[in-house]
């Protein structure tokens, strides 16, 4: 095994957290959050599994007493009860949750539990089941930990070995605290690595036989049209597939020399565009003696090279597992190859009984990519189950291309925060089949830019294709403004996946993990948050023939909102009905959210930026930790990174926006840096002042009255300064988009005869005046209409809103009866 791949473990709790009783063991490990084990013969196991490498933890405040026959374990959330000398049954072992009042006994099921993610998307045509999660509407979750193999002292995973009987089970009683569970059961688990700033960029991938000069080309066309790339990945025609022997193909460690005849100075020329790369990994075939690499594999093996023995692929052998990294891997990584996508779909089997291929794959090249300090650990590969949380990126795997899929991959990506996975990667514009459609391939890219990882890619048929310009021209306009966004949001990103990192927050979450206790945070399973400030609910239908807009349902929690592309104010506190055209997307910012952008739109890459664009939105105080580093190594590890403090003030009638000196090492970033602002939702203000260290100096600032919209800069700072921005005599401007604009909106665009749309204006007053008069020139309009102007009329309500439009029209008509 290498030692590169051996984590650091601390799986034996703290005795004071340990209680025994006959054969049953339980440990406090959180006040909320309690092992259970029972074993035959008393004897427990202290060893690290797959899942939990980290018990030694401070003991929570806890006290154990007798109660009768049973022993009474109390923390400041639950009361354990154990019948002496009994068994793990529902007669002997319950727990209470003090929260919620409720009482679990052994054995109960979860009927309200809140799901996790899944393996894999292939083949997915819309919504699939998911696997159980942490959280749980019950107010407790249970993970069954004892099937897992342990680690030895190597490092190597092997089988317990225990008593028939044995469990290992691990209580969460969190009740509405969703992201606490998420935290703490990382702190018994572990949490994620930081990517590398790269990662989050926009990736190009596409199953095709490529030649070096063709991808090359490729590359230099989304520079031509101004789309910026970080990753450009190399699928399985890198290497040879045409065998000449009884492999398939698929797996492949020699460079395919037909199509790569200089695959050293292809790799030179990627980093050269500042762009990254991986190759495409199938494994599962093992090593063939086509391979350049053969007869060295084989001869560490025991095995004669000239007998052209097939060697099978066995992860579980530690001699196989040797060779496999020092003689297939690293050679290639060291002629420039920056990471592996690891494509395994060949089961759940293993030499080794209960070992899953996959959760090995991923826990042995996570910490492989990493045994040098110039590289971070990371992976992109399927989840492996629980504890695969700790090897980012997933690759979520060959999705349908269908309004059905794509519409399901917001809520399959946040419902994956219930298990901590909070880095799915998915096949943006669809993988295979279905039919291609412009319309569908920009939402799929619109959701991109807001999900965790921008990844176009799919099949290797020729009418299937991701590139942005391979459609029409309004396409490639909105989807290169789309992937432009997404490159400047990286300082947003990269903090959030910092803040990631250090806390197991993921940065992507359902909406019930900020607003447990409102049950419509449960009915929205196509919004929610990004990166703590952002609430994203995505066009995830067609466009409705007669209104020629999509349409998409969200639920605002009660405050102040402001739509993150436009500044428009919008009032929370109800469910909002919204109609877009193909540029529009849903996006808010809730008020005192402070969002940092790169002003550079266009280049390859990812580096800190020399400008900064802070977008901050009134209403309400905020902050935001700005997180940056070299993105790259793992010298952050050591202090090598710099967070710097934006804060947001407002007082009567003043409002103060300020940047702390930053704190760390400021060699990690550009020598001079210009920060511009651009305030949302403020009055013009009386007077301006900005103090730079000590030193009062003038700015340049422009004000739109429109759009309550103040433009501050640039602002010239060094990076150990700080600056104040002081506004005077400005007040919160909370003026949404007026009625006639919303209805100009959703008319304008509408196949509706010229002459109706001028009678509908000219009757407006008297609709607004009495709703039920709209029902004397309704019949000109199909149901699609009606139901558009019907909601830019009453667009934010307090009652559920369908995002099914033959629903939502049923609901109006019966708005209707009512009234009248």
């Known amino acids: 095994m290498l030692p590169s791949s051996v984590p650091v473990f601390h799986p034996i709790a703290t005795p004071a957290a340990v209680v025994t009783c006959g054969k049953a063991r339980f440990t406090v490990l959180k006040s909320r959050l309690i092992r259970m084990e029972y074993d035959p013969d008393a004897h427990f196991d202290d060893r690290p599994s797959q899942v939990f490498w980290y018990r030694e933890q401070a003991v929570p405040s806890f006290q154990v007493h007798d109660e009768g026959d049973r022993l009474v374990l109390e923390t400041s959330h639950l009361v354990l009860r154990f019948k002496k000398d009994g068994e793990f049954h529902w007669r002997d072992l319950e727990i209470f949750i003090k929260e919620s009042n409720r009482t679990w006994h052994y054995g109960d099921r ?14 997915a045509n819309g919504r699939i089941p998911l696997d159980t999660g942490l959280a749980s509407r019950s107010g407790w979750s249970l993970v069954d930990d004892s099937a897992k193999l342990v680690f030895d002292e190597t490092g190597w995973l092997t089988p317990r070995n225990k008593a028939e009987g044995y469990q290992d089970l691990y209580f969460f009683g969190y009740g509405e605290a969703y992201t606490d569970a998420i935290k703490e059961y990382q702190d018994i688990t572990g949490k994620p690595g930081l990517l590398p700033r790269w990662a989050l960029g926009n990736w190009w991938s596409r199953y095709w036989a490529y030649s070096q000069e063709e991808l090359l080309d490729l590359m230099l066309d989304f520079q031509a049209q101004n789309i910026p790339l970080s990753i450009c990945i190399v699928d399985m025609d890198w290497h040879i ?10 797996t492949g460690y020699s460079w395919n020399r037909e ?3 200089k695959p050293e100075q292809f790799i030179d020329d990627l980093h050269a565009l500042n762009l990254k790369t991986a190759l495409n990994l199938h494994p599962a075939e093992g090593v063939y003696p086509h391979e350049t690499q053969y007869p060295e594999f084989a001869r560490s093996l025991g095995v004669d090279p000239e007998s052209r023995q097939p060697i099978a692929f066995d992860i579980a052998s530690k001699p196989f597992t040797q060779s496999y990294f020092e003689l297939l891997h690293h050679p290639l990584e060291k002629l420039g190859i920056d990471f592996w996508w690891l ?15 996959l959760y090995w794959l991923n826990h042995l090249h996570y910490f492989d990519l990493g045994r040098e300090a110039t590289k971070r650990r990371f992976i992109f590969s399927r989840w492996p189950g629980l504890g695969g949380h700790r090897y980012p990126i997933g690759f979520s795997g060959d999705t349908i291309v269908s309004w059905e899929s794509m519409a399901f991959q917001p809520e399959f990506t946040a419902t994956a925060a ?8 998915h096949d943006i514009g669809g993988h295979c089949e279905g039919i291609e459609d412009a319309e569908l391939y920009t939402r799929w890219v619109q959701f991109g830019i807001f999900s965790p990882i921008m990844r176009l890619h799919s099949t290797n048929n020729p009418y299937c294709d991701r590139r942005p310009w391979g459609y029409d021209l309004d396409t490639l306009a909105v989807t290169r403004v789309a992937l432009q966004l997404r490159r400047q949001l990286i300082p947003m990103l990269y903090s959030s996946a910092y803040h990631n990192a250090q806390t197991g927050e993921p940065i992507l979450l359902p909406m019930y993990h900020a607003w447990p206790e409102e049950e419509e945070a449960y009915r929205c399973p196509q919004e929610y948050l990004f990166c703590q400030n952002l609430l994203v609910a995505p066009f995830a239908q067609p466009a409705d023939p007669d209104t020629g807009l999509a349409r998409q349902v969200a639920w605002l929690p009660a405050g102040d909102w402001y739509h993150f592309l436009t500044g428009e104010y919008q009032e929370g506190g109800g469910w909002l009905s ?9 996006v808010f910012a809730k008020a005192g959210a402070i969002i940092p952008m790169d002003v550079d739109r266009t280049s390859n890459g990812v580096a800190n930026p020399t400008q900064l664009l802070l977008k901050v939105f009134a209403g309400a105080n905020g902050a935001f930790d700005l997180y940056e580093d070299d993105g790259e190594t793992q010298a952050y590890l050591n202090g090598d990174y710099t967070l710097t403090k934006l804060e947001l003030e407002s007082t009567d009638r003043v409002l103060r926006f300020s940047k702390q000196a930053v704190v760390g090492n400021p060699e990690v970033l550009p020598e001079a840096r210009e920060y511009r602002l651009e305030f949302f939702g403020l009055s013009q203000p009386e007077d301006m002042r900005l103090l730079v260290g000590d030193e009062e100096l003038h700015v340049e600032y422009a004000y739109d009255q429109a759009n309550h919209c103040l433009v501050v800069g640039p602002i010239s700072c060094a990076h150990t300064q700080p600056f104040t921005l002081e506004l005077s005599g400005v007040k919160t401007a ?7 604009t919303r209805l100009e909106h959703v008319i304008k665009p509408a196949k509706i005869p010229t002459i109706v749309k001028q009678i509908f204006w000219q009757r407006l007053e008297g609709i607004l005046a009495n709703p039920l008069s709209f029902l004397e020139i309704a019949h000109n309009f199909t149901e699609s209409q009606q139901l558009a102007i019907f909601e830019a009329i009453f667009p934010l309500r307090v009652d559920p809103i369908s995002t099914d439009p033959k629903i939502a029209y049923a609901d109006m008509r019966d708005f209707f009866s009512k009234m009248g």
């Open 734 to 740: 909370r003026e949404g988009v007026d009625m006639h």
């Open 110 to 123: 979860d009927y309200t539990n809140l799901r996790g993610t899944a393996r894999t998307l292939d083949r």
């Open 418 to 425: 219930n298990v901590a996975y909070g880095w799915w990667s």
């Open 343 to 357: 494509d395994w779909q060949q089961g759940t089997r293993a030499t080794l009984a209960g070992l899953d291929p």
């Open 578 to 586: 919204m109609y877009g055209n193909l540029d529009e997307v849903p």
């Open 259 to 261: 199509l790569f005849p």
């Open 241 to 250: 597939t045409k065998t000449g022997n009884t492999s398939s193909g698929w």
